[in-house]
């Protein structure tokens, strides 16, 4: 501990002393005369993004996009380019440092839309992706190495192909260095922990009398783990209740605890040794000794779930051209990441109600409480046999936690060439190839058999199992940390998935004017391209013979390819231009065609133009008509069980209808001998998700309307603003929009020949539901509308001297999900979570900056902002037509983060940074939040160099 404060101090003093001595430095360093035509012209290049193929700069695009440049990726100082991307506000958070859930990727969510509708791509071209639905990892894609990112939103698959729903995100590549740099950074936490650091080099330069360059880039960064025990906000495990008539938060838990549990509907309404009444959670094993079960007995998983997510990565890339001859350049880009990434989760929660039918309890353990094997003997052994008709629960903590240990070998080369067809039509052909191979070794998991095995013991010696296995002792099961290491190491497993995923993608383009008119040059983009996706996923033999537990349950292999050819084409044409009220007029049109192997033919187009009635105005408007096949995983994985949170609404509560009652009794299994106690045991039900060959293609169509304000009277200000709007139809998803969906579908309508009524009839003998099957389908309707801002400004306050400001923001107007035709379309923007809505969907986002530069220093100061947002289950509500929940906490509040950083060049060829993140310790909401959009960590920071040689 001793060490850690000091650490820490040194690394505050250390930033607060460079931040000092940068400001004096600032603040005496001597006047230099700086070009201003050579700053415009650097901030125009900041902002250049294509937006089509057709080369053209951010302001003139008709597509709302935005640009991350590279003096906003040095002043961000991170190396985890989901970060850079989840500060805009274009951006719903995906996956990344901070999750703890999917496949431990790092993702962009544009529009809040999903990650599989962004397509993210580097230099223009498809990146392998990191699972079987060809979602990339961005942990893949160094920031340090990234020249710029180019964020297109709203559909572009007449443009970049499938998957561009949402928009796509290009990550443009440095690729032609000269020289040496070197270069590093050390961050930490307020606290303490949650270190990070990186150390890398670039080096590079010409060759052949320059006619080519070639680039090196190598990198080691290392990411601690960080555990929610570590920080208060995260320890807290609480449940909305009413007390008193008046909403409130208890303490609660999940109903498998480590102490364990004994169910059954015979046990319902008998009393404990207290006097208590036994309720449908059953018989609770606390220290004082056996009792009923109180919800302030469920187990807090919180405190073992990360935070921060640990990550070791190694990197190495090669980039280079060549002039083969005047007109002819051949091109390359090749790179290798591993990455090794841990994720915890609580202890693996085994049921016997789920996974061992017919299960019985043997009242011979010896470990059981003499009481209970009376109580137990009197009221449930009616046959004398010694064995009793009751459940287990036992959260299985004595064996540690769930981990999952992936290590990710990732490669991709590119090979191509380019060249001049003319003098104002270029051509250029390609080929590239990624390979992605993901091995997951899951440590905490339990085989099912044996656990079986544990509980039958030898009538002989009832401290030996009945079965012929000398390695098997009866379980002790009864209470917290009452297994022994030889019980634990019969029942405990470690087990292995690997994946494995390839990508091969040739195309060719020519793009450049094909003439002039008088309004100006008429450019065109045509080309072909051929990809072939592939993919394999072999789970641990455990997990497909059903014979083991542990983050996953009853996994199949998954294996599958598809492949595309694709023909498209762009056209920019000046109609009017330097007229009377027509500054510029111009149309553009393009069109793709693909032929999927798997959904066939399909199009994809767009038409739009702008118009400028002077100079300093134009206006601007987009319609796209966007594609996206199904992907490897939604055609072809097999059955898998998942196990998401719902509600049955057969649980005997006060809202429960007569009407519900007897449908639960009569058509959905619900014995009528429990039906007026029934409880679900567990808020997750068990599901079997799976693909559908069947599937087809998504469709989606997207508006956007703008305006682009560059005023003359004002130098240096442009403002840009646009509308957007788009659907999508067709959308791909579990039947029904997921298990709570399809519970409150067949709610609507109660009745089986409701097609959402027959999956709940899987059930157990005592009413639970299980293995409700959930497979793909074209079901789906998603819908999103917003206003996105966004204003830069400079402003010279002397010769070397100037401040720099921008602020982004959107304004979100809908978000609206519809799981199936027969389900209500909940409208999420401004709600977060409830099972309804999922991440943050806050209707105002914003983030502004304010820079001062001044000769070698630079200060920057960065704010975002999150309006409060509200529960999801008051989206819910409204959306089915019922009362709004009483609920203690029902939003969020509004969300402030300060970001403050500083570079410091010390010579031409030397600089240091620093910055602090989260400036004034902003805690997460209470409550109410997800560890996507919200900071989790607190106040942290970081100093760091780079050196040129």
Request: proline share 4%; hydrophobic share 35%; no cysteine.
């Given at each position: 501990m001793k060490r850690v404060g000091i650490h820490r101090a040194a690394l505050k003093c250390g930033s607060a002393l460079f931040l000092t001595m940068a400001v004096t430095s600032a603040a005496f360093a001597q006047?230099?005369?700086?070009?201003?035509?050579?700053?415009?012209?650097?901030?125009?290049?900041?902002?250049?993004?294509?937006?089509?193929?057709?080369?053209?700069?951010?302001?003139?695009?008709?597509?709302?996009?935005?640009?991350?440049?590279?003096?906003?990726?040095?002043?961000?100082?991170?190396?985890?380019?989901?970060?850079?991307?989840?500060?805009?506000?274009?951006?719903?958070?995906?996956q990344g440092a901070q999750?703890?859930?999917?496949?431990?990727?790092?993702?962009v969510n544009l529009r809040g839309l999903g990650a599989v509708r962004t397509l993210v791509l580097q230099n223009g071209r498809r990146i392998v992706g990191a699972s079987q639905d060809g979602v990339v990892d961005l942990n893949l894609i160094p920031p340090s190495l990234v020249s710029r990112v180019e964020v297109v939103t709203g559909g572009a698959s007449a443009v970049y192909g499938s998957d561009a729903m949402a928009g796509v995100v290009n990550f443009v590549m440095k690729d032609d260095f000269e020289g040496f740099e070197v270069g590093g950074f050390y961050g930490i936490s307020?606290?303490?922990?949650?270190?990070?650091?990186?150390?890398?080099?670039?080096?590079?330069?010409?060759?052949?009398?320059?006619?080519?360059?070639?680039?090196?880039?190598?990198?080691?960064?290392?990411?601690?783990?960080?555990?929610?025990?570590?920080?208060?906000?995260?320890?807290?495990?609480?449940?909305?209740a009413i007390v008193n008539g008046q909403p409130?938060?208890?303490?609660?838990?999940?109903?498998?605890?480590?102490?364990?549990?004994?169910?059954?509907?015979?046990?319902?309404?008998?009393?404990?040794?207290?006097?208590?009444?036994?309720?449908?959670?059953?018989?609770?094993?606390?220290?004082?000794?056996?009792?009923?079960?109180?919800?302030?007995?469920?187990?807090n998983d919180r405190v073992f779930t990360n935070l921060q997510m640990p990550m070791k990565r190694w990197q190495a890339s090669v980039l280079g051209h060549y002039d083969l001859t005047d007109s002819v350049t051949a091109f390359w880009e090749g790179s290798y990441v591993q990455n090794k990434i841990n994720s915890v989760l609580g202890a693996v929660p085994m049921s016997s109600s789920g996974f061992i039918p017919g299960f019985q309890l043997d009242l011979r353990n010896p470990y059981l409480d003499p009481s209970l094997r009376e109580f137990l003997r009197v009221n449930l052994d009616g046959d004398g046999n010694n064995l009793v008709p009751v459940n287990i629960n036992r959260r299985l903590l004595d064996g540690g936690?769930?981990?999952?240990?992936?290590?990710?070998?990732?490669?991709?080369?590119?090979?191509?060439?380019?060249?001049?067809?003319?003098?104002?039509?270029?051509?250029?052909?390609?080929?590239?190839?990624?390979?992605?191979?993901?091995?997951?070794?899951?440590?905490?998991?339990?085989?099912?058999d044996n656990f079986a095995n544990s509980f039958l013991t030898n009538p002989a010696n009832p401290f030996d199992c009945a079965v012929a296995d000398p390695r098997c002792v009866t379980i002790n099961p009864f209470g917290f940390g009452s297994l022994t290491q030889q019980m634990i190491d019969y029942i405990s497993t470690d087990l292995t998935n690997i994946t494995n995923l390839k990508q091969k993608q040739i195309g060719a383009s020519v793009t450049g004017t094909l003439f002039s008119l008088p309004a100006g040059d008429v450019g065109i983009s045509v080309g072909a391209e051929y990809r072939k996706e592939s993919s394999q996923f072999d789970p641990d033999q455990l997990?497909?013979?059903?014979?083991?537990?542990?983050?996953?349950?009853?996994?199949?292999?998954?294996?599958?390819?598809?492949?595309?050819?694709?023909?498209?084409?762009?056209?920019?044409?000046p109609i009017l231009a330097d007229t009377p009220g027509f500054e510029l007029l111009a149309f553009e049109g393009g069109a793709r065609f693909s032929d999927y192997s798997t959904a066939g033919k399909v199009y994809s187009y767009k038409m739009g133009g702008e118009w400028s009635p002077f100079r300093g105005l134009k206006f601007r408007g987009l319609y796209q008509r966007a594609v996206r096949a199904p992907n490897v995983v939604e055609l072809f994985s097999g059955a898998t069980n998942t196990a998401p949170q719902a509600l049955d609404f057969c649980n005997a509560d006060a809202g429960r209808t007569q009407a519900e009652r007897d449908f639960c009794v009569n058509s959905l299994g619900v014995p009528a001998s429990v039906i007026n106690v029934f409880q679900q045991e567990n808020q997750q039900i068990r599901a079997v998700t799976g693909g559908n060959?069947?599937?087809?293609?998504?469709?989606?169509?997207?508006?956007?309307?703008?305006?682009?304000?560059?005023?003359?009277?004002?130098?240096?200000l442009q403002l840009t603003i646009d509308y957007y709007n788009i659907k999508i139809d067709d959308a791909i998803g579990s039947f029904g929009g997921g298990l709570q969906s399809v519970i409150n579908a067949c709610n609507a309508n109660l009745s089986l020949t409701n097609i959402f009524c027959q999956p709940l009839r899987n059930r157990t003998p005592d009413g639970q539901l299980i293995d409700v099957p959930l497979l793909n389908a074209n079901i789906a309707k998603l819908e999103t509308s917003g206003v996105d801002f966004r204003l830069d400004y400079r402003y010279n306050l002397r010769e070397g001297s100037s401040l720099n400001y921008f602020i982004a923001g959107s304004y979100l107007i809908e978000a609206i999900t519809q799981g199936s035709p027969v389900a209500a379309p909940v409208d999420c923007a401004g709600y977060i979570g409830g099972g309804s809505c999922t991440t943050a969907n806050p209707t105002w986002r914003i983030t502004q900056r304010l820079t001062w530069d001044v000769d070698n220093f630079q200060l920057s100061l960065r704010h975002r902002f999150l309006q409060s947002t509200k529960d999801g289950r008051i989206a819910g509500a409204i959306a089915s037509g019922t009362p709004r929940p009483l609920l203690a906490r029902p939003e969020t509040g509004d969300v402030h983060y300060f970001d403050l950083s500083a570079n410091l060049n010390v010579t031409e060829k030397v600089r240091f940074f620093a910055s602090i993140d989260n400036l004034l310790d902003r805690d997460p909401p209470f409550y109410l939040f997800e560890r996507e959009t919200f900071d989790a960590i607190g106040r942290r920071f970081t100093v760091g160099f780079s050196a040129n040689f």
């Open positions: 006047d230099q005369v700086q070009d201003q035509d050579q700053a415009e012209g650097e901030a125009t290049e900041s902002i250049v993004v294509t937006g089509s193929r057709i080369p053209r700069p951010d302001v003139e695009s008709n597509s709302p996009v935005n640009v991350i440049g590279e003096e906003e990726i040095k002043l961000s100082v991170t190396v985890e380019s989901e970060q850079l991307l989840n500060a805009l506000p274009q951006a719903v958070a995906g999750s703890n859930s999917g496949n431990l990727s790092a993702t307020d606290e303490g922990d949650a270190a990070r650091y990186n150390l890398e080099f670039t080096a590079g330069g010409n060759f052949d009398d320059g006619r080519g360059n070639i680039v090196f880039h190598g990198s080691y960064f290392d990411r601690a783990q960080l555990v929610g025990a570590k920080r208060d906000h995260a320890i807290v495990f609480l449940a909305d409130t938060l208890v303490p609660a838990g999940n109903g498998v605890t480590p102490q364990g549990t004994i169910f059954s509907p015979q046990l319902v309404g008998l009393r404990d040794r207290a006097g208590t009444a036994i309720g449908t959670a059953g018989i609770f094993f606390a220290p004082e000794g056996w009792r009923a079960y109180r919800a302030s007995d469920g187990f936690n769930r981990t999952s240990d992936q290590t990710r070998d990732f490669y991709r080369i590119v090979l191509g060439l380019k060249g001049a067809l003319t003098d104002r039509l270029n051509w250029e052909v390609f080929y590239n190839q990624g390979e992605n191979k993901i091995v997951d070794r899951q440590g905490g998991g339990v085989l099912i997990y497909v013979q059903g014979k083991a537990l542990s983050r996953s349950a009853g996994l199949s292999p998954t294996g599958g390819s598809f492949d595309v050819a694709e023909l498209y084409g762009e056209v920019y044409v060959p069947n599937l087809q293609e998504e469709t989606s169509d997207t508006w956007s309307v703008g305006a682009v304000i560059r005023p003359d009277f004002i130098p240096n």
